[in-house]
């Protein structure tokens, strides 16, 4: 006899759009067509849920995989691999860190060709904006980008130009008429690079020194003025990372006056202090940097007021050999994308008591209505069945062996959490269960619908 359902996941208190509550959920062809608190019938596969949590699965709308030209640093492969098990099924790569950069359609393809391949779970692709490629936004956007990327200060990588304010302004305006997103990792570049060159002229390069060489002011500075632009266009502007809470309020007061502009945040700045960087060394490293106790209390004070759009990782793992010698000169990256939902699990939800859904929205809904990737980030009818199933409850301190990362680097390994993912599915197939990757990679290139 047939089954009705290709899945039917039993019991779990689902983490919906209008709340939690017990209910199963049924999937056909890798979409869920039934959330109802009893499903009769039967599934060609049965996965019992009760005493665990359901969440969607989440997006994770920025990393950096390195992938083609830099596999040494980070492989889709591996990447895509720790995104599942850290309960993602769907990621947004960052145009810069592999090589070439993703500047045109070109090296858009290469990527996808790689992607095809290798990656675990669903894919969108950011297109650059530098100087050097304003007049190949167009033929980006056929390839079907979810947005674009700049950097308002030098981007870590010379073959990825920092966009100046004439190519910001120029490249705003075809992307506002593109109907896409940009986001602009704001750092002001001269401030920045002269207390750079004064710190290693006079050796001091400590993590402290490397702080005080990116201060508030370089990202509160540079939030204003790209924000001035976005009005002036119209383009839908996200704020890369923001580190500050003075920059959250940058953006806020910007969206009240009718700028459609988001703050994107990260993980590790709610997690860790400037004194947990000094302790971890390099593996904590990134830009901005992670800043002191006080910034961090404001930064969860705005999470909770829903001022930050969404949470993601910036992964952005290096050959271990360029996290050594002095903190100044090690790369600034951070790799975590494994442990975004955990970690917000531990510190939202068991620390601060945000709610579950506020959570789901963080990590999954909000990235999925902003980038406009549809059938993601909610558990509901007509949605992919992208699942993370959580043991909320479960402590565990996690092993650098438990990292799926081409290098075991994380400031994240040796940590307590409370809230462990045991399974993910992507569109209703198992991709992680109980530690270990399941089934060949599936993922599917995702375009935004404008
Ligand atoms: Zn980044």
């Known amino acids: 006899m047939g089954h009705q359902y290709d899945l039917i996941v039993r019991g779990g208190q689902v983490v919906g759009p209008d709340g939690v509550r017990t209910a199963d959920i049924g999937v056909c062809a890798g979409k869920i067509v039934a959330v109802e608190p009893e499903i009769p019938g039967s599934g060609a596969e049965t996965a019992d849920a009760a005493g665990l949590h359901v969440f969607p699965a989440c997006v994770d709308a920025h990393v950096h995989f390195d992938d083609p030209g830099r596999t040494e640093w980070e492989t889709i492969r591996s990447g895509s691999s ?20 993703t500047l045109n359609a070109a090296a858009f393809r290469a990527k996808a060709a790689v ?4 990656s675990f779970v669903d894919y969108a692709f950011w297109g650059g904006l530098t100087p050097q490629n304003l007049d190949k936004l167009e033929e980006l956007a056929e390839c079907g980008v979810a947005g674009y990327k700049a950097f308002a200060c030098f981007s870590g990588i010379d073959e990825f130009g920092r966009a100046d ?25 001269e401030i920045t690079q002269a207390l750079t060159e004064q710190a290693k002229a006079e050796n001091r390069v400590s993590a402290r020194e490397y702080g005080a060489t990116r201060p508030p002011l370089t990202e509160i500075e540079s939030v204003a003025r790209t924000l001035a632009l976005a009005e002036e266009t119209g383009c839908r502007l996200i704020i ?6 003075e920059a959250i309020d940058l953006v806020t007061a910007a969206r009240e006056k009718g700028v459609d502009v988001y703050c994107e945040t990260i993980g590790h700045y709610l997690i860790f202090t400037e004194e947990d960087v000094v302790r971890l060394g390099a593996a904590a490293k990134c830009s901005p ?7 961090r ?12 759009a969404f949470v993601s990782s910036d992964h952005s793992p290096s050959d271990p050999k360029l996290k050594e010698g002095d903190f100044l000169r090690a790369w600034g990256g951070i790799a975590g994308c494994q442990s975004t939902l ?34 993601k980030g909610r558990i509901a009818p007509g949605f992919d069945a992208d ?29 307590r959490f409370r809230g462990a993912v045991t399974r993910t599915w992507l569109r209703g197939r198992t991709v992680f269960r109980d530690g270990r990757m399941v089934g060949e990679p599936a993922g599917r290139l995702l375009r935004p619908v404008v």
């Open 240 to 245: 890369a990372h923001v580190s500050t809470a």
């Open 297 to 308: 209390a404001k930064m969860w004070a705005r999470l909770l007021t829903g001022e930050i």
């Open 165 to 189: 304010d004439y190519t910001m302004l120029r490249g705003m305006e075809k992307i506002a008429k593109l109907g896409l997103p940009l986001m602009v990792h704001c750092e002001n570049a």
């Open 115 to 118: 992607a095809a391949q290798d």
């Open 82 to 101: 720790a995104l599942a098990a850290g309960g993602a099924a769907s990621y947004l790569d960052m145009p810069l860190n592999c090589s070439p950069c």
């Open 387 to 415: 699942l993370a199933l959580v043991d909320l409850d479960r402590a565990y301190t996690l092993a650098p062996g438990d990292l799926f990362y081409k290098h075991q680097v994380s400031p994240y390994a040796g940590r």
């Open 289 to 295: 940097p992670i800043r002191d106790e006080a910034n």
């Open 342 to 375: 955990p970690a917000l699990l531990t510190h939202a939800w068991h620390e601060r008591r945000v709610g579950l859904r506020a959570i789901a929205a963080l990590t999954a809904s909000n990235a999925a209505d902003i980038f406009a990737l549809p059938g």
